[in-house]
């Protein structure tokens, strides 16, 4: 029994001893197998327990288990220590510079939408005008009233709005540009509008509630509609060739008179029907007429002197177009596999 003892308390404090020698998690593993393991110098001594007599078996029991939980619990304490020291080391030697460069991982492209707008607007640059922009949310005076759709006005219905309240709603078109900008500048007035639209519209391969669409708008004296066609001929060749015509068919649209709806010779077939203008030859792409001489009073420009034209161009439309896109949605979705054809 008190060889027992004196083993035992040899066995700690040697092993205390060489605990606090440690400096890694290795040295705790190699230290673990050389005092708990299978053949460890702990084991060996509770083995020595089996030459005990009956009678002292209980307390030698009783000793052997605090001096090991003892140990364990000086072993658990180091370990732990061990790995703290370790993973502090490991994140500070794994510090990383983020202000080094890296390597290239390719750049982005502009979006297609992006693409066309910029077309378009470029060639009406090169013939003189200037570009303006505005809000999205929107003034039901700027969007209907002042374009002469009051409220009521059944035309209202074919552009199904979303309202904020009862005064103010998401633009339904960019014609209220056309207002914005006749209130704050005097004619001559040469300007395209760019922009996005919202209607309640559900979504499916021609139709999105929200799209885009450039809005023109000239004033000046003995501006006539001449000058409209000569203009949206100009624009047509520019963008899908010289070759391309325009068609002007009548329309009604409350803000100009005479109001036409513009169709272009398809860009797939050049005119001799296909599955693109559904036979037709003729693809719909803007409409366009003088503006109404009390739109011209409504924002204090005096119809007797001046006169304009005005055009709202659908963009979804023309690029789909321009880049051969068959689903509207892809437009919106930003697939990257979709948007990397057209670096
Ligand atoms: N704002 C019209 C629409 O969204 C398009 C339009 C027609 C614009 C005639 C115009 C115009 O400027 O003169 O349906």
Same mark, same amino acid.
């Given at each position: 029994m008190s060889d027992l003892r004196e083993s035992l308390n040899k066995t700690r404090e040697e092993f205390e001893s060489k605990i606090k020698e440690i400096t890694s998690s290795a040295d705790i593993e190699s230290l673990r197998v050389e005092y708990f393991g299978k053949k460890g110098k702990l084991t060996g001594v509770l083995r020595g327990m089996g030459s005990l007599k009956p009678e002292e078996r209980p307390e030698a029991g009783k000793m052997v288990n605090e001096v090991r939980a003892?140990?364990?619990?000086?072993?658990?304490?180091?370990? =732990?220590?061990?790995?703290?020291?370790?993973?502090?080391?490991?994140?500070? +030697?794994?510090? @990383?510079?983020?202000?080094?460069?890296?390597?290239?991982s390719g750049a982005g492209s502009r979006h297609p939408l992006n693409m066309a707008i910029d077309e378009i607007c470029d060639i009406f640059l090169g013939l003189g005008y200037s570009i303006g922009e505005g809000p999205e949310v929107e003034y039901d005076k700027y969007n209907?009233?002042?374009? %002469?759709?009051?409220?009521?006005? !059944?035309? +209202?219905?074919?552009?199904?709005?979303?309202? @904020?309240?009862?005064?103010?709603?998401?633009?339904?078109?960019?014609? !209220?540009?056309?207002?914005? @900008?006749?209130?704050?500048? /005097?004619?001559?007035? /040469? &300007?395209?509008?760019p922009g996005k639209v919202y209607r309640q519209d559900t979504l499916d391969a021609?139709? =999105?509630?929200?799209?885009?669409?450039?809005?023109?708008?000239? &004033?000046?004296?003995? &501006?006539?509609?001449?000058?409209?066609?000569? =203009?949206?001929?100009?624009?047509?060749?520019?963008?899908?060739?010289?070759?391309?015509?325009? %068609?002007?068919?009548?329309?009604?649209?409350?803000?100009?008179?005479p109001s036409v709806e513009v169709d272009l010779t398809c860009w797939k077939c050049g005119?001799?029907?296909?599955?693109?203008?559904?036979?037709?030859?003729?693809?719909? &792409?803007?409409?366009?007429?003088?503006?109404?001489?009390?739109?011209?009073?409504?924002?204090?420009?005096? =119809?007797?002197?001046?006169?304009?034209?005005?055009?709202?161009?659908?963009?979804? %439309?023309?690029?789909?177009?321009r880049y051969g896109i068959d689903d509207i949605r892809l437009l919106y979705e930003n697939d990257v596999r979709f948007l990397k054809q057209f670096k």
């Open positions: 003892k140990m364990e619990e000086v072993f658990a304490q180091t370990q =732990s220590k061990m790995k703290a020291m370790e993973s502090a080391h490991k994140l500070k +030697r794994e510090v @990383i510079d983020v202000t080094l460069p890296t390597s290239f209907f009233e002042l374009l %002469r759709l009051p409220k009521g006005h !059944p035309a +209202r219905d074919t552009q199904d709005t979303f309202y @904020i309240n009862e005064n103010i709603l998401l633009r339904t078109q960019t014609s !209220p540009m056309q207002i914005r @900008i006749m209130e704050n500048q /005097k004619p001559p007035i /040469k &300007v395209v509008c021609t139709h =999105s509630p929200v799209f885009h669409q450039i809005e023109g708008l000239v &004033v000046d004296k003995g &501006v006539t509609m001449g000058d409209l066609v000569g =203009s949206l001929q100009l624009f047509a060749k520019k963008l899908f060739g010289e070759k391309t015509e325009i %068609r002007l068919r009548p329309h009604h649209f409350p803000f100009t008179e005119g001799c029907g296909c599955n693109v203008c559904k036979g037709e030859g003729w693809i719909e &792409v803007l409409g366009a007429g003088m503006v109404h001489p009390e739109v011209l009073e409504n924002c204090g420009i005096d =119809s007797n002197e001046y006169s304009g034209f005005a055009f709202g161009i659908g963009v979804e %439309r023309t690029a789909m177009g």
